[in-house]
């Protein structure tokens, strides 16, 4: 499986500051590309996802930004508040086949009060 | 609706025993994916399973470690003789298709510990 190289590796943020997680990738066939939140003892959970067809996307106070010509992705995390304080990780994977999504290695977020 | 539940959450063993770890996925579900996190490290991919079928396995070490989804009952993660580098978390995930739009859905994990 083609890597997924994600940074930084922690991240610490001020609350109501933004956070930004960025990913690249060597696959020119990945097509889907989530972002899992993951807290302590936690099993990752969806966050949010991007195709490439769109440059943007937005729920909430979470943005995924998306530049297929640099193979690079990034997450932005607006108003950063302490609950959003987890590991996230960015994946890849290309349709047409099994879904396997081929993981970063997370980054350890935490938002200070 | 129950989530993806794994068992057991925490699991020791010590060297050269067997561990089984099960994972039951979402009702409705057929698609069970198996990865494995060390700490500090992101979550690799190790099998890929349907029902009574292994789809992909290249993330498998070839040797000590099996799996299996049956017609009836949780999928299982079998790793025999094991060994300290095996001690980490391991993470069972489902989907309700194939394809990339279907959200896998994780379950809490279980956490290996071999001593």
């Known amino acids: 499986q083609q890597q997924v190289k994600q940074s930084p590796q922690s991240l610490i943020v001020q609350k109501g500051g933004i956070s930004i997680i960025n990913c690249a990738y060597e696959n020119t066939a990945f097509d889907y590309f989530p972002w899992y939140q993951q807290f302590p003892g936690k099993g990752p959970a969806l966050l949010i996802a991007i195709r490439p067809d769109v440059s943007e996307k937005k729920e909430g106070r979470f943005t995924i930004s998306f530049n297929k010509s640099a193979k690079q992705f990034s997450l932005h995390i607006m108003d950063s508040q302490p609950g959003d304080s987890a590991t996230y990780f960015c994946?890849?994977?290309?349709?047409?086949?099994?879904?396997?999504?081929?993981f970063g290695r997370g980054t350890s977020l935490i938002v200070h009060p | 609706n129950a989530g993806v539940m794994q068992n057991p959450r925490h699991l020791v063993r010590r060297r050269g025993q067997e561990a089984r770890l099960r994972c039951s996925p979402m009702?409705?579900?057929?698609?069970v994916y198996w990865y494995r996190q060390l700490p500090e490290e992101g979550l690799k991919f190790m099998v890929y399973l349907q029902k009574e079928n292994i789809i992909d396995e290249s993330g498998m070490p070839k040797e000590r470690f099996s799996a299996e989804f049956p017609k009836e009952g949780p999928s299982i993660l079998r790793i025999q003789q094991v060994v300290r580098g095996d001690s980490a978390a391991y993470f069972c995930?489902?989907?309700?298709?194939?394809?990339?739009?279907?959200?896998?859905?994780f379950g809490q994990g279980t956490r290996l510990t071999v001593v």
């Open positions: 009702k409705g579900h057929s698609h």
């Open positions: 995930a489902s989907s309700f298709s194939r394809g990339t739009d279907t959200e896998a859905f």
């Open positions: 994946a890849a994977s290309k349709s047409g086949g099994s879904y396997i999504p081929t």
